[in-house]
């Protein structure tokens, strides 16, 4: 829900995944983004270590 304005800074983290996005080794990769207010201010993209065997497991390891 939206931020009340005495409330302070609104912070949110988004995260998601591809399905073995890695055509050669079938890893998948998970990124994040955190917002203040709605701008961002980082963000992060990284191969999964392992070979997910499913696109639920693939969105679990990327919010671990």
């Known amino acids: 829900f939206p931020p009340e304005e ?5 912070l949110q983290t988004y995260s998601d995944a ?8 079938q890893k998948s990769t998970s990124g994040i983004a955190n917002t203040i207010n709605g701008m961002p201010y980082s963000w992060l993209s ?4 392992l070979v ?3 696109t639920t497991y693939a969105e ?5």
């Open 60 to 64: 679990y390891i990327a919010m671990a």
């Open 18 to 25: 591809d399905f073995g996005g890695d055509t050669a080794t």
């Open 6 to 10: 005495d409330w302070g800074p609104c």
């Open 52 to 54: 997910m065997t499913s």
């Open 46 to 49: 990284k191969r999964q270590p």
